[in-house]
């Protein structure tokens, strides 16, 4: 089975020997196959296109519309760094950058005096005044019915 796609960029300057010449197979490496990086000169055609091989991958490369066609073909893999299984990228998970911090030591601190606490105080009122500036007037709302 050959997986095939295109892009808009090429990756031929990965095959470009270290030589100032202005003759093209001289330019870059030959001997392009599936097996061997390099470009396949006689496949491709001068100004049109160019074919060439990196890592078991087959590009093609447009010179007249600047798109690149790659094939991949999927039955010679033995490589244990590929993965040929498919492969689902989470949307929500996008920004996730490292594993959450969980903190399992939480120390709760409680108190010792009762929730009903300041109920009790009630005992020390003696009128209505004390009643409602009692905590600021905050917990008991008292309407003078006279």
């Known amino acids: 089975m050959i ?7 090429s990756r031929l300057i990965e095959l470009r020997k270290y030589t100032i010449t202005d003759v093209f197979e001289e330019q870059y490496h030959d001997n392009g196959s599936w097996t061997n990086n390099g470009v396949d000169f006689p496949n491709s055609v001068s100004g049109i296109s ?10 093609i490369d447009e010179t007249l519309d600047g798109v690149t066609t790659t094939y991949f073909n999927l039955t010679p ?3 244990p ?7 689902f990228k989470n949307p929500n998970k996008s920004k996730i950058i490292s594993n959450p911090k ?4 939480v120390f ?3 108190s010792d ?7 009790y105080r009630l005992e020390y009122i003696r009128n209505l005044i004390d009643l409602t500036t009692y905590a600021g007037g905050n917990y008991f709302n008292i309407k003078n019915n006279t």
């Open 77 to 79: 893999i033995n490589d």
């Open 113 to 119: 005096l009762s929730a009903l606490d300041k109920n």
């Open 108 to 110: 709760i601190d409680r």
């Open 81 to 87: 760094n590929f993965i040929n299984v498919p492969y």
């Open 3 to 9: 997986v095939t796609g295109t892009t808009n960029n």
């Open 102 to 105: 969980i903190f399992d030591d």
């Open 50 to 59: 160019v074919v060439y091989y990196i890592n078991a991958i087959r590009y």
